[in-house]
T-cell receptor, first 116, second 109 residues
């Protein structure tokens, strides 16, 4: 099956710093990528949807100035958590889809962010 | 608004027993997914169900879909400890996947 990678797999940072997480589709071109956040013992919450070459669409309640998403190529999307605070500590998971709604989303392995 | 609800949210069972996880949803959709998540890990795709009456089986897990009842089930047969995980169903909505709350399954020896 299709493979999606994330980097880094975990990161610890100080409060106030920015952290960038990369999501790559390794063997297919992803027209759409999704970013999710998952707090402990909870379900996945969609943060934003990004299409290659266009601005991301953020879900209600997600601060677009805090969570910067770039989808500059068909194989790479990045999520930058700006001025991170302890409440941003979470498990961030990306997924990628090659085509339209009928296509499967493939999930990355996740990135665990801990903000001290 | 599309809503997906799983039942039960927590399930503790003995090895060798059978049990079913239920996934109800509020509106029609083209496809329903089941995923497994181990602690600290991302999602592992188990099944995708596309049509009414669809049934898929892999090992001790069997998933079915009843679009008229807006219900999917994940049945576990003769559970073994290795199946302990959190299981999510997710429905393809107009723009995005909508996830259920997850069912945390613990299988005791």
């Amino acid at each position: 099956g299709a493979v999606v990678s994330q980097h880094p797999s975990w990161v610890i940072c100080k409060s106030g710093t920015s952290v960038k997480i990369e999501c790559r589709s390794l063997d297919f071109q992803a027209t759409t990528m999704f970013w999710y956040r998952q707090f402990p013992k909870q379900s996945l919450m969609l943060m934003a949807t990004s299409n290659e070459g266009s601005k991301a669409t953020y879900e209600q309640g997600v601060e677009k100035d805090k969570f910067l998403i770039n989808h500059a190529s068909l194989t790479l999307s990045t999520l930058t958590v700006t001025s991170a605070h302890p409440e941003d500590s979470s498990f961030y998971i990306c997924s990628a889809r090659a085509g339209g709604l009928g296509d499967t989303q493939y999930f990355g392995p996740g990135t665990r962010l801990t903000v001290l | 608004e599309l809503k997906v609800e799983q039942n039960p949210l927590f399930l503790s069972m003995q090895e060798g027993k059978n049990y079913t996880i239920y996934c109800n949803y509020s509106t029609t959709s083209d496809r329903l997914y089941w995923y497994r998540q181990d602690p600290g890990k991302s999602l592992e795709s188990l099944f995708v169900l596309l049509s009414n009456g669809a049934v898929k089986q892999e090992g001790r897990l069997m998933a079915s879909l009843d679009t008229k009842a807006r219900l999917s089930t994940l049945h576990i047969t003769a559970a073994v400890h290795d199946l302990s995980a959190t299981y999510f169903c997710a429905l393809q909505g107009a723009q995005k996947l909508v996830f259920g709350q997850g069912t945390r399954l613990t299988i005791n020896p």
